[in-house]
T-cell receptor, first 113, second 113 residues
Framework: DSGVTQTPKHLITATGQRVTLRCSPR?????VYWYQQSLDQGLQFLIQ???????AKGNILERFSAQQFPDLHSELNLSSLELGDSALYFC????????????FGPGTRLTVL | GENVEQHPSTLSVQEGDSAVIKCTYS??????FPWYKQELGKRPQLIID?????GEKKDQRIAVTLNKTAKHFSLHITETQPEDSAVYFC????????????FGTGTQLKVEL
């Protein structure tokens, strides 16, 4: 157990819908990262937040947005869902905004039908 | 942006043999190279990492080597055991702009009895 928690574990929804994935970092970690893992794209970095501020951005779609709250938990919002958004979404956390070890959560499996 | 290539995509070894997985990166400014192990249905877990100021790092049966000139780094697992069977991912990141990990495409390692 890494200490990073994610909810829900599984999510099944329809195209066009909107979902919210939640992540709580390890105690003391200030950075939260979101990654998407799919069979064809591998593990892709989406976005990093550090102490509530956006710190780094990957190829995150405009339909996706994230935020980190004052209690340091983070949410990833996915809207206008498409079949291709079906994937495993991982959250990770680290102590600082720099090159620290990233600890991954158990992931949320999203299925878009 | 950074691009990380990883080879081989699958690797089958006999128990007790060594396994080597190789990665190359494109961004000469990259200076942090972690390796993650992901078992089926589980989260990625850090097994070892190396920074660009060292050429080699070892932790029991696992070692990583880095050749900055060639922009190449490798994972070496000695005395492989069945529990080493998993997918291994290399990644690269650089100082500045957060800690965006660019992952390789993964190597499925199978250790046969």
């Amino acid at each position: 157990d890494s200490g990073v928690t994610q909810t829900p574990k599984h999510l099944i929804t329809a195209t066009g819908q909107r979902v919210t994935l939640r992540c709580s970092p390890r105690s003391g970690d200030l950075s939260v990262y979101w990654y998407q893992q799919s069979l064809d794209q591998g593990l892709q970095f989406l976005i990093q937040y550090y102490n509530g501020e956006e710190r780094a951005k990957g190829n995150i779609l405009e339909r996706f947005s994230a935020q980190q709250f004052p209690d340091l938990h983070s949410e990833l919002n996915l809207s206008s869902l498409e079949l291709g958004d079906s994937a495993l979404y991982f959250c990770a956390s680290s102590e600082t905004s720099g090159l620290d070890t990233q600890y991954f959560g158990p992931g949320t499996r999203l299925t878009v039908l | 942006g950074e691009n990380v290539e990883q080879h081989p995509s699958t690797l089958s070894v006999q128990e007790g043999d060594s396994a080597v997985i190789k990665c190359t990166y494109s961004d000469s400014a990259s200076n942090y190279f972690p390796w993650y192990k992901q078992e089926l249905g589980k989260r990625p877990q850090l097994i070892i990492d190396i920074r660009s100021n060292v050429g080699e790092k070892k932790d029991q049966r696992i070692a990583v080597t880095l050749n900055k000139t060639a922009k190449h780094f490798s994972l070496h697992i000695t005395e492989t055991q069945p529990e080493d069977s998993a997918v291994y991912f290399c990644a690269a990141s650089r100082t500045g702009g957060g800690n965006k990990l660019t992952f390789g495409t993964g190597t499925q390692l199978k250790v046969e009895l």
